[in-house]
């Protein structure tokens, strides 16, 4: 759903604009005969895509069109979140290579905007923008996912820099990433918050060695990482030292807000049209539950995208606290495995099975796709302890490990 | 945190003064003062409410109303949201439905004689559309209006009328024999008999209309015949629903607070029960909900006033809001424990409010059906 009908004069006019520059730069991407676009999620890990994306990338930041609504003096627009908003609804039906940088540039870009040197920001984030660095965070650890605090991968002071020694997992396309925020434990005597600090660590450096871990929806963009003895400089520390769940906490928010403000990673764009040829498709048109349960999804999508926007301007101009971002993602994994969910029961039969290639195999794939949502990037329990206590105020569970230095607390 | 987070400096003085004048004249005692009442509330209590312009945006300026920003269902739901968090029982959405139909459409006559009273709040308006059957779309109107010399014969049943005990002019949706009509009819004309229905939502009263070979001049007809009342009905029932949506939304966000500050404050095994996971997340569901229905419930009221996409966006946000409003009420009653089943907690005031309003106006199926219409679920596209 386009939010045009919302859109201010001023908006109006840079929606106008990037309409007319898309449509004489940007090829428009090719639509099946029953006009939907290709599934763009899985095709982003060759690395001729990620050559290619790069040097469109390099187009669109000319442009004016990446970065959106970073400052000027990083090489961003200078614009908000309005205009990138407007932007991505325009460039839906071109191939631009928004899924290779968006995490890079929503995510990490946005933290070191914030909580980066300026030297770093100066250096990197044209960089990032410009897709010559991809970048992604290596936060989750096999010892432990939502205890990310519990984190155990070493840094130890070694002269003028860092070596860090751990291993890092589910990091997504980590095998075409340049440079990557890596928290890591630099004291292990005080309790597990006050212990961390967070690293830019280049994935080309020697020492850390990356492989693909295999999912249960066939694909490999998740990756595992090795880190045995990465020598990292003592520039690269983002914060201060000791000072890095700050720096995590920071990212975590921006890494939520953002994807429930865009509608997720890699996600299939399914709208409503979709859904009713899918029904007539299985001569379920005339079905009153099935008619109920899509009108039901179209209304959630709908509800969805409204929240995204009254979010991200109250969380922007401050009317809503910044805790209210946890909810996009929340709403953001609701939506899309309830419409997969929906999708896979009106498959019927042929979700057991199917002759290759079918629509079939397609819902069954985004099905296993999507449970990966409630997951990816903090479980969605740990999105509700995180809203009920930073948006609502609530208090913590008690908990064993909070006031014991590190090295005391029970461990995987 | 209020429904529009983008109200203008006017609206928001419209928005302080309506809770001001709720928290002084409609506090739970005093709404529960008037459970036993006939009419529910007190008249001279909403001339007071009319008088802060609670009606004025649907009312042109002439003859006593104004809108503060020109979209009219957006103003009114600024009110009405207050109103469903006082859960007060005054007839502010059918008064502003009737105003509104009759300033659309209605003759010079009918506006100079009905407008003026309407917005000062001498005179209450309600509709009577819905019949016995439930439903509330034109094929559920049966009530016949049979030509009779210069005028009409009304005859039939209308019913989940709301205040019509109180109302001093009905706006009567009937069938003639091609198509739907509409009457603007004193309450008090003969043949009309108004029968108290026992209501949910004890600080709203409901009523069966019976009309009883009813005459009406022709005088009394609201606007064209044809199109133009299917159009009518259309915008009435558009008006209605988005503004019930505004008032629910109202009576959530208080009940939501009132179970928000039990759980900090309420003590078990040592610590605020609001410290347990099991209630955090539920409290994290209800935010995502209760954000979801104020997103929606706006949505909704502007597409009405832009005349875009009305259809459809009132149709998401009622079948969206008569669905997890209900869920948050029925949470915020269970968080509560014992005492949120005590008639003197006034928790269930907000919970029938929110229950009752989920099927006013049509509840989930029913839209949820219309909008598979809408959407044009069961018809083919045109191929190329």
């Known amino acids: 759903m386009s939010t045009e009908a919302l859109d201010t004069p001023v908006l109006q006019a840079y929606r106008l604009e990037v309409r007319e520059w898309l449509s004489a730069h940007v090829q428009p991407l090719a639509r099946a005969a029953d006009g939907r676009l290709p599934p763009s999620a899985g095709s982003k890990d060759s690395p001729e895509r990620v050559a290619r994306a790069r040097a469109q990338q390099a187009v669109l930041f000319d442009a004016g069109f990446a970065g959106i609504s970073f400052p000027t003096e990083y090489g961003g627009a200078g614009l908000d979140i309005a205009h990138e908003r407007v932007y991505s609804e325009e460039a839906a039906g071109y191939d631009v290579p928004t899924d290779v940088f968006a995490v890079s540039i929503n995510i990490l870009g946005r933290t070191l905007l914030e909580h980066g040197t300026e030297e770093q920001r100066l250096h990197h984030l044209p960089r990032i923008l410009r897709g010559d660095e991809i970048w992604l965070q290596l936060l989750s650890e096999p010892s432990g996912g939502s205890d990310l605090a519990g984190l155990i991968t070493r840094a130890t002071r070694d002269g003028d820099g860092y070596v860090l020694t751990g291993q890092k997992t589910w990091s997504t396309g980590a095998q ?26 280049d994935l080309r450096a020697s020492g850390v060695a990356i492989r693909p871990i295999d999912q249960i929806d066939g694909g490999r963009e998740f990756c595992e990482e090795f880190l045995d003895d990465v020598v990292v400089p003592a520039d690269r520390v983002v914060g201060e030292v000791n000072g890095g769940w700050a720096i995590v906490r920071g990212l975590l928010e921006i890494e939520h ?43 959630l999508d709908t509800v969805h995208r409204l929240l995204a926007a009254r979010i991200g301007k109250g969380v922007a101009d401050g009317t809503l606290p910044s805790g209210f971002g946890g909810l996009l993602k929340l709403g953001n994994d609701h939506v899309i495995q309830r419409r997969a969910e929906a999708i896979l029961a009106w498959s019927g039969s042929g979700a057991i099975a199917w002759p290759p290639g079918t629509d079939d195999e397609t819902h069954v794939t985004d099905y296993l796709r999507s449970r990966r949502l409630s997951i990816a990037g903090g479980t969605s329990e740990i999105q509700r302890n995180n809203i009920s206590e930073r948006a609502l105020g609530l208090p913590r569970e008690p908990a064993f490990d909070r006031d014991v230095p590190f090295s005391q607390v029970p461990k995987n | 945190m209020a429904l529009d987070l983008d109200l203008s400096d006017d609206q928001r003085i419209v928005q302080s003064a309506a809770r001001a004048f709720l928290e002084k004249e409609s506090s739970f005692p005093q709404t529960r003062a008037w459970f036993g009442d006939v ?7 909403w001339a007071r409410a009319a008088a802060l312009g609670w009606v004025a945006p649907f009312v042109p300026e002439e003859l006593g109303g104004g809108s503060v920003s020109g979209g009219l269902v957006a103003d009114a739901s600024i009110v009405v949201e207050e109103v469903g968090r006082a859960v007060f029982p005054g007839p502010l959405i059918p008064t502003s439905v009737v105003a509104d139909a009759i300033a659309r459409s209605g003759s010079a006559a009918q506006r100079t004689s009905y407008l003026p009273g309407l917005v000062d709040g001498s005179v209450i308006g309600t509709w009577a559309f819905a019949e016995r059957s439930g439903r509330w779309d034109a094929d559920g109107v049966q009530l016949v209006a049979a030509e009779r010399g210069d005028g009409y014969v009304l005859s039939g049943t209308k019913s989940f009328v709301q205040d019509a005990g109180a109302a001093d002019v009905l706006l009567v949706t009937a069938r003639a024999a091609d198509g739907l009509i509409q009457f603007v009819v004193p309450s008090d004309v003969p043949g009309v008999t108004v029968t108290p229905l026992v209501s949910l939502d004890l600080a709203r009263r409901f009523a069966e209309v019976e009309f009883a070979d009813v005459d009406v001049a022709a005088e009394a007809v609201l606007g064209e015949a044809g199109r133009a009342t299917d159009l009518a009905v259309g915008r009435q029932l558009a008006v209605a629903t988005a503004l019930v949506c505004a008032e629910t939304v109202g009576a959530l966000d208080r009940c939501y607070e009132m179970t928000l500050d039990y759980a900090r404050e309420r003590k078990a095994f040592g610590r605020p029960i609001g410290s347990f996971q099991a209630l955090k997340h539920r409290f994290a569901d209800m935010l995502l909900w209760l954000e979801g229905a104020k997103a929606v419930a706006v949505a909704a009221a502007h597409s009405v006033d832009q005349d875009t996409g009305r259809a459809e966006m009132v149709g998401i946000a009622k079948s969206y809001i008569s669905d997890r409003g209900p869920m948050i009420v029925r949470d915020c009653l269970q968080i509560h424990g014992g005492i949120g089943y005590t008639w003197e907690y006034d928790l269930h005031l907000l919970l029938r409010r929110v229950e009752s309003n989920a099927a006013l106006y049509g509840g989930v199926d029913e839209h949820r059906d219309r909008l598979a219409v809408v959407l044009g679920v069961d018809t083919e596209p045109v191929s190329a």
């Open chain 1, 176 to 201: 075409h990433a340049d440079f990557s925020m890596c928290p890591a434990r630099t004291s292990w005597d005080v309790p597990k918050h006050q212990g961390i600090t967070m690293f830019i660590v």
């Open chain 1, 257 to 299: 807000e953002w994807v429930g403000r865009s509608g997720g990673v890699g996600n299939p764009t399914i709208d409503v049209d979709d859904l009713m040829a899918m029904l007539r498709r299985r001569g379920l048109a005339a079905d009153v539950g099935a008619r109920r349960k899509l009108v039901e999804i179209h209304a």
């Open chain 2, 39 to 45: 009419l529910g509330f007190d008249r001279e209590v």
